[in-house]
């Protein structure tokens, strides 16, 4: 079992940051990928971000490169999402979750307002 827990979601206004974090917790002998997503209302889930298990190589959506940061750290079974730049059309609630399983954190909701 595997528990992902996010925090760090808020009202920021257009051009603000946020970090999001996520906790890992339960019995996994080793993190694999880990990816960020987010739904807006009315929308479906999409994928903005994804981190291998070391770390070494990411991937982000062509809407979020430049102004989205993923990284890790292991040791800690942390999972981060820096977030500068925003845009109304970053407002969303954003999950985090352990690529290639069905665990999923229960959601940050992030707003941007102008």
């Known amino acids: 079992q595997v528990q992902l827990v996010e925090s760090g979601g808020g009202l920021v206004q257009a051009g603000g940051s946020l970090r999001l974090s996520c906790a890992i917790s339960g019995t996994i002998f080793s993190i694999g990928s880990m990816g960020w997503y987010r739904q807006a209302p009315g929308k479906q889930r999409e994928l903005v971000a994804t981190v291998t298990g070391g770390g070494g190589a990411t991937n982000y959506a062509d809407s979020v490169k430049g102004r989205f940061t993923i990284s890790r750290d292991n040791a800690k079974k942390m999972v981060y999402l820096q977030m500068n730049s925003l845009k109304l059309e970053d407002t969303a609630v954003y999950y985090c979750?352990?690529?290639?399983?069905?665990?999923w954190g229960q959601g940050t909701q992030v707003t941007v307002s102008s």
């Open positions: 979750r352990l690529i290639g399983s069905n665990y």
